[in-house]
T-cell receptor, first 115, second 114 residues
């Protein structure tokens, strides 16, 4: 149980285009989902907290207009990287929290490469 | 702010060797502490956790004890296997009003050879 999927697993896009990444909780409902960014050989950096039915809470330094987060249902959150640039190339990871339970369940990540 | 420091890798060990991956933290209040493992091509999985001082988390032969006096949560295993090869992340949650936010260390890659 407690499986989280991400789609796509990897994507290559051209500079200036937008890319949408989906995060789904497959066998539980998640009132809260988190989006992280991971650079090579570095830690996971929390980008934002996504709550179903409300606006996402972004961490300091993360551009809200560039990284659009939508948590439209209890099983789906999306991250859209708008007007992507090569510096946005990274590994994006989501996690989901089942209701009141404390533990975060992580997706396998999405590798974004912007050319 | 909160931070987690863990030893740099990669750590290369022979099968059946003892493992210690050091982790220290800085946080206000009394955080909960976690070790996550990331196997190649997979997402992070919770390995073990401890929620208060002197608690010992254990799973799959791995152990870590919450040491408040030294602000540490070192990961240990007495005999590693090739299947333990992965990246290990130490993390904390301050249990603040921000919800279940996690602060991660940089990760330590473990390679176990025959």
């Amino acid at each position: 149980g407690a499986v989280v999927s991400q789609h796509p697993s990897w994507v290559i896009c051209k500079s200036g285009t937008s890319v949408k990444i989906e995060c789904r909780s497959l066998d539980f409902q998640a009132t809260t989902m988190f989006w992280y960014r991971q650079f090579p050989k570095q830690s996971l950096m929390l980008m934002a907290t996504s709550n179903e039915g409300s606006k996402a809470t972004y961490e300091q330094g993360v551009e809200k207009d560039k990284f659009l987060i939508n948590h439209a249902s209890l099983t789906l959150s999306t991250l859209t990287v708008t007007s992507a640039h090569p510096e946005d190339s990274s590994f994006y990871i989501c996690s989901a929290v089942p209701g009141q339970k404390y533990e975060q369940y992580f997706g396998p990540g999405t590798r974004l490469t912007v050319t | 702010g909160d931070s987690v420091t863990q030893m740099e890798g990669p750590v290369t060990l022979s099968e059946e060797a003892c493992l210690t991956i050091n982790c220290t933290y800085t946080a206000t209040g009394y955080p909960s502490l976690f070790w996550y493992v990331q196997y190649p091509g997979e997402g992070l999985q919770l390995l073990l956790k401890a929620t208060k001082a002197d608690d010992k988390g254990s799973n799959k032969g791995f152990e870590a004890t919450y040491r408040k006096e030294t602000t540490s949560f070192h990961l240990e295993k007495g005999s590693v296997q090739v299947s333990d090869s992965a990246v290990y992340f130490c993390a904390l949650s301050a249990n603040t009003g921000g919800g279940n936010k996690l602060t991660f260390g940089t990760g330590t890659q473990l390679k176990v050879e025959l």
